[in-house]
């Protein structure tokens, strides 16, 4: 049973670029949410997605939007990218609620130069 | 608004016992906690709800005080494979789990 799949592993971008990450959440779940972790911080919620909408967001500027498909895939798209975005993009899948926990991907590395 | 964990960090020998607290300034609807090693994905360890009920699968016991708005994990009889960083995440009812800022565990022959 595959746990959450994202993609890139690692990413290089420059600054003022664009970037997409991928999101498969574990089979049978529903919801995904996208976190930042900087080197020795914890997980900074962006925004979560169920049925396909933004459902609850954090202190994230507009930069930052996602999308979820109708196969529970999502994206995390960073417009006008900045040094500051540097860091570890962790996507969380759950079922509707999180009653039972959340399954973490191992992540994207995104370095902004 | 993000759960506040102490201690920072803790060494410890096999077979000692830890406690990791974790306190939220709003009310809670749950606790999770979950275990984070170098260069890996945080690991569920439990979840609290409101109400009582515990779910997890890990020989790690949690308490929660939802009048207080405090959790504790508790790790008995510590093994080396405790060894990381342990995050407590909080949610109230509001879709939004919060972590603190961590609790790094260094568990020691």
């Known amino acids: 049973d595959a746990g959450v799949t994202q993609s890139p592993t690692h990413l290089i971008k420059t600054r003022g670029q664009q970037v997409t990450l991928r999101c498969s959440p574990k089979s049978g779940h529903d919801t995904v949410s996208w976190y930042q972790q900087a080197l020795g911080q914890g997980p900074q919620f962006i925004f979560q997605y169920y049925e396909e909408e933004e459902r609850q967001r954090g202190n994230f500027p507009d930069r930052f939007s996602g999308h979820q498909y109708p196969n529970y895939s999502s994206e995390l798209n960073v417009n006008a990218l900045l040094l500051g975005d540097s860091a570890l993009y962790l996507c969380?899948?759950?079922?509707?609620?999180?009653?039972?926990?959340?399954?973490f991907g191992s992540g994207t590395r995104l370095t902004v130069v | 608004q993000q759960p506040v964990q102490s201690p920072q960090a803790v060494i410890l020998r096999e077979g000692e016992d830890a406690v990791i607290n974790c306190s939220s300034s709003k009310a809670l609807y749950s606790v999770h906690w979950y275990r984070q090693k170098h260069g890996e994905a945080p690991v569920f360890l439990m979840i609290l709800l409101k109400g009582g009920e515990q779910k997890g699968h890990e020989k790690i016991s949690a308490s929660f005080n939802e009048k207080k708005q405090q959790s504790s994990l508790y790790l008995t009889a510590s093994q080396l494979s405790y060894s990381g960083t342990y995050f407590c995440?909080?949610?109230?009812?509001?879709?939004?789990?919060?972590f603190g800022a961590g609790t790094t565990v260094t568990v020691r022959a």
């Open positions: 969380a899948s759950s079922l509707v609620g999180g009653d039972y926990g959340y399954t």
């Open positions: 995440g909080t949610e109230g009812g509001d879709y939004k789990l919060s």
